[in-house]
């Protein structure tokens, strides 16, 4: 009976591979990862799934400032988050100044399991 079990189970599996993993993944973003852009005022990022946007967010700290070697990481604040669909927009009050960015986010998908993940672009 086990056996009969086990085996109907991995059948199930193979059968619907597509419930058995869907997770949303990010599948591109304005600016994109590695990406030097001139003062964006917007960042978007795309996933493959619809996503729980109250339970959704997104963090930016500037990294580093050209000519100030020692800058200490300091998080962007004031930004407008939207979602549409399965696009998360940050929309910024004025245009992001020159330096390094470090981004990162996490996503609650539908099916309630949370995804995080994060890249890093230039202004310049």
Avoid: C
């Avoid at 799934?49 to 997104?58: D, Q, R, Y």
């Avoid at 500037?62 to 004031?78: D, L």
């Amino acid at each position: 009976m086990t056996r009969y079990f086990l085996t109907a189970a991995a059948a199930l599996a193979l059968a619907l591979p597509g419930v058995a993993s869907a997770h949303s993944k990010l599948v591109s973003s304005t600016p994109a990862a590695n990406a030097t852009v001139a003062k964006p005022t917007k960042l978007s990022l795309t996933f493959s799934e619809t996503f729980l946007a109250p339970m959704s967010s997104a963090e930016l700290v500037m990294t580093g400032m050209p000519g100030m070697a020692n800058h200490e990481p300091m998080p962007i604040k004031g930004f407008k988050t939207d979602v549409n669909g399965k696009t998360m927009t940050l929309t910024f009050p004025r245009a992001l100044p020159a330096g390094s960015y470090d981004l990162k986010w996490h996503i609650v998908g539908a099916d309630q399991h949370k995804m995080e993940g994060g890249y890093s672009f230039k202004v310049k």
